[in-house]
Every structure is written in C-alpha cells, then in structure tokens.
C-alpha cells in the first residue's frame, strides 16, 4: 500500500472539516455582506466596500505565481503553509482588538487599521494557497478530487447556515446588540474558527516528494507560463473562462447593499440572504457531486458559468419592481442562484486545473491560473466607482454582458474535458 492510500483516510477527512471550518469563516465575514456592513457603519464610500472583495480574493490568488518557483523545489509544503498560517491568525486577532477598543469612538482610525491587517490577512493567505492546492493534489488522488472538493463546499455551506443565524441575532435590533459590540462579536466567533481550521490542515500527512527540476528564477517561471499558454488550447480556453467570469464579479458586493438602500430592507436581512445562499449550496452539493463523479465535471463547470449572467439578470428584473419587506425577502433569488453557481464553480474550477495541470510543473499552472485571476478580483473596485457615478442599474447591465460572454468561453471547454481528466497522479 503506497503512502497516499494509507494517510488517504486521514487526509480527506482533514480536507473535509478543514472545508467546513472555512465555510463557516466565509459565510461569517463575507465581503459582500458582513463585512460590507461593517465598513459603511465606519462611514466607508462604495469604492472601499467594492475592495473589501478585491482585496479578499484578490489576496488569495495573486501571490501565487510570485512563489510558485519556490514552491516547485519544496519537496513538503506544508511547513510554508503553517508559517503563513501564524500571522493570519494574528492579523485576525488585532482586527478584534482593534473593533472593540476603536468601534465607538473612532470609527476613521479603525477604518485604516482593519484596511491595513485585512490586506495582510488576505495576501499572506495567497502566499500560502499555492501550497495548499499542490499539497491536495498530493493526497487525494484524481478519481475523488471532484467529490473532494464536492464534500468540502457541502461541508462547508452547512456550516455557512449556522454563521447566517449567528449574523441574524447579532445584527438584529431586538437583539440590543450595538456596534461596535455585535461586529466585534462576529469577529471573535470568525477568530475562533480560522486559528482552528489552519492548524488543522498543518496536521495533513504530506508525503515527501522527489525534486528533480533545477531551481528557477521568476523570471524563468514566467517565460515557462508564457510557453505553456502559447501552446495549451484548452489551458488558455480556462485562464480565458475564468478571467471574464471573475469580471462578472463586478456587482457581487453591493446586491445586499441595494435590497438595504432601494428595496428598504432591514439590515439583519443579511443573515437570510446568507441562509439562502447555503441552502442552495447544500442542495445542489449532492448532485453536482455526483456528476462530477460521473465524469460529468464539464455539466458542472457550465453550470457555475450559467448562473454567472443569471444573478445580475434577476437584479435588473427587481430595478422595475417598488419597495417593501416582500419584495427584499423575493430578492432573495439572487442568493439563491449564487450559492448554486458558486458551488459549482468551486468544484468544477479547481478539479479541471489539478487534472491539467502535469504533476511536475503543477505549482506553476496553479500560481500562474490563480495570480491572473487575483488582477480579476479588483474589478469589483470599478463597480464601487459605477454605482457611484451611474447608479445600480447600469451597473447590473455591465455585469450581465461580461458574464455572458464567461459563459460563452466556458462552452468551448466542454469538449476539451477528455483533455484534462484522466492526468497522471502524483
């Protein structure tokens, strides 16, 4: 029996509850609604609610080629991951301090200092991601990875309805929780729960790997992604899919901001639109699963690209509806259709690159893929200055024809699926 398959029991349960943990994170502080929240309650302008994505996302990604080279001549990656993980931590426990001591007297200064650690925050998790995917696709093997990240999302979204409920009572004015205290109090739970998910997955049992490339410089990766570009048709067909379709993002962070401001919903809403984004999740989880066991992944990677222009369509459907507590709770659509879409694409995505990407240069498809898509995740900073200039509606228009075209691209990938299922395990 070969190291994968003895630990492959350990491992993928790690993976799993590592999955739930940040699900539960994710749904907690999310961009676009808990933490879009908190910086308008700081007096903070749409340009900086749209970074609040940018920056989040973009952190994750766009490191990742800038350490892939470094990260090809590691024969164990966990230990990168672990080191990243202790200033996360920190990052997030200052964030905590920073909202209780600051929130009530000086919300300006607060502003800066969480604008400051969530930068951290989000930019040493990238660092850190590069390692995270190469180390799964040590461990889990290519016939489970759908399923893997399958789990994970279900795991995960589960768990993202337990946060909606805490985000409800802690936002809830009957609750007699005030800012900075009901924020501050969010914040805690989300420290609780990253410290616990990162020092999990340090736990994986990593197998050692054998280097056998010379070490390469950065720019040397980069003349390496250049050619692989060039001569890959499918590779380029995915970096071109997921690039529009992360543009598509453009209007993500201000839906529950519109259902606040047009349709007067209250803000403790956030935590049903949170609930229906996971509960769609769930219930889409075992049948995309499914298919993608089946060697279906390319039926949910259209899916996740569907519901892409789907979202901002339904928004503008809304635009010529009027106002009242019904109606924000029927916006709930949009979340709905999102939490499927995204369920999708966090299967499909990831498993079509893994199963691409060749073993040995596996680092420099992740970074390379992960750190274009970083420069997409600041688009949203340009919905912030359209919504301002243009108003919402323009703005949903712009984000329906880009995803439409994502969409477009994502048929063509399609037929190339033999291409990447199938591709050696390491």
Request: some cysteine; hydrophobic content about 55%.
């Given at each position: 029996?070969?190291?994968?398959?003895?630990?492959?029991?350990?491992?993928?349960?790690?993976?799993?509850?590592?999955?739930?943990?940040?699900?539960?994170?994710?749904?907690?502080?999310?961009?676009?609604?808990?933490?879009?929240?908190?910086?308008?309650?700081?007096?903070?302008?749409?340009?900086?609610?749209?970074?609040?994505?940018?920056?989040?996302?973009?952190?994750?990604?766009?490191?990742?080629?800038?350490?892939?080279?470094?990260?090809?001549?590691?024969?164990?990656?966990?230990?990168?991951?672990?080191?990243?993980?202790?200033?996360?931590?920190?990052?997030?426990?200052?964030?905590?301090?920073?909202?209780?001591?600051?929130?009530?007297?000086?919300?300006?200064?607060?502003?800066?200092?969480?604008?400051?650690?969530?930068?951290?925050?989000?930019?040493?998790?990238?660092?850190?991601?590069?390692?995270?995917?190469?180390?799964?696709?040590?461990?889990?093997?290519?016939?489970?990875?759908?399923?893997?990240?399958?789990?994970?999302?279900?795991?995960?979204?589960?768990?993202?309805?337990?946060?909606?409920?805490?985000?409800?009572?802690?936002?809830?004015?009957?609750?007699?929780?005030?800012?900075?205290?009901?924020?501050?109090?969010?914040?805690?739970?989300?420290?609780?729960?990253?410290?616990?998910?990162?020092?999990?997955?340090?736990?994986?049992?990593e197998p050692r790997e054998e280097i056998t490339r010379e070490s390469v410089s950065l720019l040397?990766?980069?003349?390496?992604?250049?050619?692989?570009?060039?001569?890959?048709?499918?590779?380029?067909?995915?970096?071109?899919?997921?690039?529009?379709?992360?543009?598509?993002?453009?209007?993500?962070?201000?839906?529950?901001?519109?259902?606040?401001?047009?349709?007067?919903?209250?803000?403790?809403?956030?935590?049903?639109?949170?609930?229906?984004?996971?509960?769609?999740?769930?219930?889409?989880?075992?049948?995309?699963?499914?298919?993608?066991?089946?060697?279906?992944?390319?039926?949910?990677?259209?899916?996740?690209?569907?519901?892409?222009?789907?979202?901002?369509?339904?928004?503008?459907?809304?635009?010529?509806?009027?106002?009242?507590?019904?109606?924000?709770?029927?916006?709930?659509?949009?979340?709905?259709?999102?939490?499927?879409?995204?369920?999708?694409?966090?299967?499909?995505?990831?498993?079509?690159?893994?199963?691409?990407?060749?073993?040995?240069?596996?680092?420099?498809?992740?970074?390379?893929?992960?750190?274009?898509?970083?420069?997409?995740?600041?688009?949203?900073?340009?919905?912030?200055?359209?919504?301002?200039?243009?108003?919402?509606?323009?703005?949903?228009?712009?984000?329906?024809?880009?995803?439409?075209?994502?969409?477009?691209?994502?048929?063509?990938?399609?037929?190339?699926?033999?291409?990447?299922?199938?591709?050696?395990?390491?």
């Open positions: 029996m070969s190291f994968i398959e003895k630990n492959l029991g350990f491992n993928y349960t790690v993976g799993l509850v590592n999955g739930a943990i940040f699900g539960f994170v994710d749904a907690l502080i999310a961009p676009s609604l808990t933490l879009a929240l908190f910086v308008t309650e700081l007096g903070g302008s749409s340009f900086l609610v749209g970074l609040l994505a940018a920056i989040y996302n973009g952190g994750w990604f766009l490191p990742q080629f800038l350490v892939s080279h470094r990260i090809q001549q590691l024969d164990l990656k966990v230990p990168l991951y672990r080191r990243a993980a202790y200033v996360r931590i920190v990052c997030w426990f200052l964030i905590c301090v920073a909202t209780f001591a600051l929130g009530e007297n000086n919300p300006t200064l607060l502003l800066l200092l969480f604008f400051g650690l969530f930068v951290i925050y989000s930019f040493t998790a990238g660092f850190a991601g590069n390692a995270f995917m190469t180390v799964v696709a040590k461990i889990i093997p290519v016939q489970t990875r759908g399923s893997f990240f399958a789990w994970r999302e279900f795991t995960g979204t589960g768990m993202g309805l337990f946060a909606g409920y805490l985000i409800a009572v802690a936002l809830s004015p009957e609750r007699g929780l005030v800012f900075p205290t009901n924020f501050g109090l969010l914040f805690v739970a989300a420290l609780g729960a990253i410290g616990a998910g990162l020092l999990l997955f340090c736990q994986v049992r040397e990766q980069f003349r390496a992604a250049r050619v692989i570009v060039r001569e890959n048709h499918t590779f380029r067909r995915y970096l071109a899919t997921r690039f529009i379709l992360a543009a598509g993002d453009l209007a993500t962070p201000f839906y529950a901001i519109y259902a606040i401001n047009r349709l007067g919903a209250p803000a403790s809403i956030v935590g049903l639109y949170i609930g229906l984004t996971t509960l769609a999740a769930l219930v889409s989880t075992p049948l995309l699963s499914h298919l993608s066991d089946r060697r279906k992944l390319n039926w949910v990677l259209v899916t996740a690209a569907a519901a892409t222009p789907i979202i901002p369509l339904v928004a503008l459907v809304f635009t010529l509806s009027g106002a009242g507590d019904s109606v924000a709770v029927a916006f709930g659509l949009v979340f709905i259709v999102y939490g499927v879409g995204r369920t999708a694409a966090n299967i499909a995505f990831p498993t079509y690159l893994l199963n691409l990407a060749p073993p040995e240069t596996r680092p420099l498809y992740i970074g390379f893929t992960n750190t274009l898509l970083g420069i997409a995740t600041f688009i949203p900073i340009i919905g912030g200055i359209v919504l301002d200039l243009f108003g919402f509606t323009l703005l949903f228009v712009i984000t329906f024809l880009m995803s439409a075209i994502g969409f477009w691209l994502a048929l063509g990938l399609r037929h190339a699926e033999h291409q990447a299922i199938g591709t050696p395990t390491p």
